[in-house]
């Protein structure tokens, strides 16, 4: 029953919305220290400690890191003129977007809350179950009334019928086996030897947007670890990467890589 | 001002399904037995003074509510007017299981079913299908259940050697039970208690 | 003296085992399912003034006695079984999305939560606080999902109506406003401004 495990086993966050709402939430009070680059550190290393994620969840995840991340790319590279106004506005968009899922799954979250204190409230009580006293049972009209031998068996027969596993169905989707850890790995053996290239070149012949979306985590914990240095002439223009790092193999701060697979 | 003793008596005696013994009274509240005698008669004469439709009476060496005997047209009426004079589809393969399952625990019954069997198990019973027949003597010590004479004869059979072979297409053992492990494992220690609120 | 009514129905009432609906008691003593509702109000507040250790509630749309939330501990020592197992924040979540956005496809809750819900579902399912509804007619016909009478009873409700109005859980300004902050890619207007003023 391999579908059983299709629940998210963390202790404390249930799905990606719960986690970012903590992140977000959790600066309240200093909400002048709340950073969006500290909340996208948080949440990718918050999603290192996952393990076992099934790929739903994964990807649930992954598109709402990539959108940060997006956010985020927004001041790490050098903001210029010449805005691309219809990408700017889509990323407002899907800022608005994500904005209005964190606010649904927090009404949620305190409605649950609240019918937790109804049932608390609720279980102080235990009802009257006693029933039928002998005297009536005499009365009470025959309730196997036309239920032949034949009848009871064709009922057992039907209760022991395996019942349907409700299964997902993955042979759709195409096997991805995408983890930032090895997309790190490659692009640490493959940037050396280029010395520059740019991030769509680099995706040419990438289908998923998945994968897209994990050579892209890659390239910016390379980022964050000194060893490429990244440059877009225009705010959205096609970024490009320098390796930095020394031209033998290196030691990769494996620590800092999110090694799940999809 | 009623006491706690007397609300506490009332609270327990209008959850139990049977006569409370008054030495088991006594014990869960931490009174003497002879106090809760009393306070069990205080409370009879006071739902008779009150004009209650219901009477607290000594049957069977316990306590226990039960309707007024003067209402007993009322209850007669309900009886056979309001309650459904058919079995549900669940509640027939509820019986089923236990039929030829027996003895059979209510757990067992629910992992087959794969629902929570509680308060159909309890109208099968009420109606005299099924008895308790025993306790599993592995932990937990599980009631077990079993169907009564009253179910034979209903169905017109001798004996339960006479109920319908199960034929070639019942599943095997190993599918029921990995059926059973699977709904189990689904839901493990719940499943039991899960009536009992969230 | 108490009527006639108000003694039969509590000679009823002592005899069911689940809430008993208004109508069904009207049917059975024949009189207008107002007067049921009226005599019944009448005699939960008499129970409340005799300091009784018992309640007359409406929950699940039908009458029942139970036990005084104020005895619980009481109680709780006679009912050994009564361990409460509860439910998971996963589940309560999603239980309470198919409880106000009912009836409710798999996807759709699954869409608020921001995670696969089909395991949580089961086990709402298997506990019996969720059924399948109805099917969606547009393409796909996905299952739509409810909450069960025995939902409602958990939580002590009469009604889905009773259920606390959603609006009070939307989140305030401040949390928006947090919300908002802690996306927006810009610097926070205090460090811009505590930046300028430099």
Redesign the interface.
């Known amino acids: 029953?391999t579908?059983?495990a299709?629940?998210?086993a963390t202790p404390v966050f249930?799905?990606?919305?719960?986690l970012l709402?903590h992140?977000?939430?959790r600066?309240?009070v200093e909400?002048?220290e709340?950073?969006?680059a500290g909340?996208v550190d948080a949440y990718l290393a918050e999603m290192q400690r996952l393990e076992q994620l099934?790929l739903?969840?994964a990807t649930?995840f992954l598109l709402?890191a990539a959108t940060?991340v997006e956010?985020?790319t927004?001041?790490l590279l050098p903001g210029s003129d010449g805005i691309d106004v219809d990408e700017e506005l889509s990323?407002w968009e899907e800022?608005d977007l994500?904005?209005a899922?964190?606010?649904?799954?927090?009404?949620?979250?305190?409605?649950?809350a609240?019918?937790?204190r109804?049932?608390a409230?609720?279980?102080?009580?235990?009802?009257?179950?006693?029933?039928?006293?002998e005297?009536?049972?005499a009365?009470?009209?025959?309730?196997?009334?036309?239920?032949?031998?034949?009848?009871?068996?064709g009922?057992?027969?039907?209760?022991?019928?395996?019942?349907p596993?409700?299964r997902?169905d993955l042979d759709h989707v195409a096997p991805l086996r995408v983890s930032v850890g090895d997309a790190v790995d490659e692009l640490a053996d493959e940037l050396p030897r280029v010395g520059r290239i740019t991030f769509r070149r680099l995706t040419a012949g990438v289908a998923q947007r998945l994968e897209v979306i994990v050579r892209f985590l890659a390239v910016l914990e390379l980022f964050k670890q000194g060893l490429v240095d990244l440059h877009q002439g225009q705010r959205f223009g096609d970024i490009s990467i320098v390796w930095l790092g020394p031209t033998g193999a290196i030691a990769l701060d494996r620590e800092l890589v999110d090694s799940y697979e999809g | 001002m009623a006491s706690d003793v007397e609300r506490a008596i009332e609270?327990i005696l209008?959850?139990?399904?049977?006569p409370l013994p008054p030495d088991l009274l006594a014990q869960v509240l931490e009174v003497p037995t002879t106090r809760v005698v009393e306070v069990c008669q205080e409370l009879a004469t006071r739902y008779q003074v009150d004009d209650r439709g219901f009477v607290l009476v000594r049957v069977a060496g316990g306590y226990?509510?039960?309707?007024h005997p003067d209402l007993?047209p009322y209850?007669?009426r309900f009886?056979?007017e309001g309650?459904t004079?058919?079995?549900s589809?669940a509640?027939?393969?509820?019986?089923?299981?236990v039929?030829?399952k027996q003895p059979v625990s209510r757990a067992q019954v629910s992992a087959?079913?794969?629902v929570n069997v509680d308060g159909v198990l309890?109208t099968l019973q009420?109606?005299?299908?099924v008895v308790e027949v025993g306790r599993d003597p592995g932990p937990g010590q599980a009631v077990l259940y079993g169907t009564t004479p009253l179910?034979l004869e209903?169905?017109?059979?001798d004996s339960l050697v006479?109920?319908?072979a199960?034929g070639q297409?019942?599943?095997g053992q190993e599918?029921?039970e990995a059926?059973e492990q699977?709904l189990r494992?689904?839901d493990p220690p719940e499943a039991e208690a899960a009536h009992?609120?969230?």
């Not at chain 1, 409230?121 to 006293?133: D, N, V």
Request: with cysteine; hydrophobic share 50%; net charge positive.
């Open positions: 029953m579908t059983m299709y629940e998210v249930a799905g990606p919305f719960d709402l992140l977000i939430l600066e309240e909400i002048w709340v950073s969006l909340i099934d739903d969840v649930e709402i940060l956010l985020k927004r001041r990323l800022r994500l904005l899922r964190l606010l649904e799954c927090k009404t949620f979250k305190d409605a649950a609240a019918l937790l109804l049932a409230a609720a279980e102080r009580s235990h009802p009257r179950r006693a029933g039928m006293e005297r009536f049972l009365l009470t009209p025959d309730l196997l009334e036309g239920v032949t031998p034949e009848r009871l068996r009922a057992f027969l039907r209760a022991i019928a395996p019942k596993v409700p997902v | 609270a209008m959850v139990a399904d049977e226990r509510y039960q309707s007993a209850v007669e009886v056979l309650q004079s058919r079995l589809a509640a027939l393969e509820t019986l089923a299981i039929a030829y087959i079913r794969g309890r009420h109606r005299g299908y179910f209903r169905l017109g059979l006479d109920l319908p199960l297409f019942v599943p599918v029921v059926l699977g494992s689904d009992r609120g969230l």
